[in-house]
């Protein structure tokens, strides 16, 4: 079965940078885009950034372009985004997900204050 | 960049009742479109992709049609363990994936 856990998050200062990390299993890593989708407090699903099958092409929202980067490493099936310039409203859970409509995981809290 | 205008923001049923809610991208997506269900203190799980295919294990209660710019999502007959917010999320060409606003779905 498909699984995949988050880690890294935790509480940063205004300005400060954190790494989350994704492990993937159960599944052919390398065959899937990936996903960082995030959910602020009280607020709805927001989608952060994705990267291609081999790593190549990366997208990102407006809100976070400049300041994260999305990564991966295949042959470790692990998922990263360096988060960078952390400000309040980055404040969110922030989930892993597997291409358009593939499972999710737990998600990892990240607290900015 | 697409936007998705997802209605109403909430809604009230009762058990049994048919709830319907709205998708609206403002550009075409042909039917590249999901329907998430996101329960308080669990993971988002897909109900719908492409539009209208049910995912496996989902309960036939649920559907979805649509295609360009306007899609819905149906519940047949509201149970209550249907109570959530459903978000629906493009993916076709380049992203941004956008989500649309979401629809939290309590029973009355």
């Known amino acids: 079965e498909e699984q995949l856990v988050e880690s890294g998050g935790g509480l940063v200062q205004p300005g400060g940078s954190l790494r989350l990390s994704c492990r993937a299993s159960?599944?052919?890593?390398?065959?899937?885009?990936m996903n960082w989708v995030r959910q602020a407090p009280g607020k709805g699903l927001e989608w952060v950034a994705n990267?291609?099958?081999?790593?190549?092409?990366?997208y990102y929202a407006d809100s976070v372009k400049g300041r994260f980067t999305i990564s991966r490493d295949n042959a470790e099936k692990s998922l990263y985004l360096q988060m960078s310039s952390l400000r309040h409203d980055d404040t969110a859970i922030y989930y892993c997900?597997?291409?358009?409509?593939?499972?999710w995981g737990q998600g990892t809290l990240v607290t900015v204050s | 960049d697409i936007q998705m205008t997802q209605s109403p923001s909430s809604l009230s049923a009762s058990v049994g009742d048919r709830v319907t809610i709205t998708c609206q991208a403002s550009?075409?997506?042909?039917?590249?479109l999901s329907w998430w269900q996101h329960k308080p203190g669990k993971t988002p799980k897909v109900v719908i992709y492409?539009?209208?295919h049910l995912e496996p294990g989902v309960p036939s209660r649920f559907s979805g049609s649509g295609s360009g710019t306007d899609f819905t999502l149906t519940i047949s007959s509201l149970q209550p363990e249907d109570v959530a917010t459903y978000y629906c999320?493009?993916?076709?060409?380049?992203?941004?994936?956008?989500f649309g606003q979401g629809t939290k779905v309590e029973i009355k």
């Open positions: 997900s597997i291409g358009h409509y593939g499972r």
């Open positions: 159960g599944f052919i890593f390398s065959n899937f885009w």
């Open positions: 990267i291609k099958k081999d790593g190549r092409e990366k």
């Open positions: 550009q075409a997506i042909r039917n590249y």
């Open positions: 492409d539009a209208s």
């Open positions: 999320q493009r993916y076709d060409n380049l992203p941004p994936w956008t």
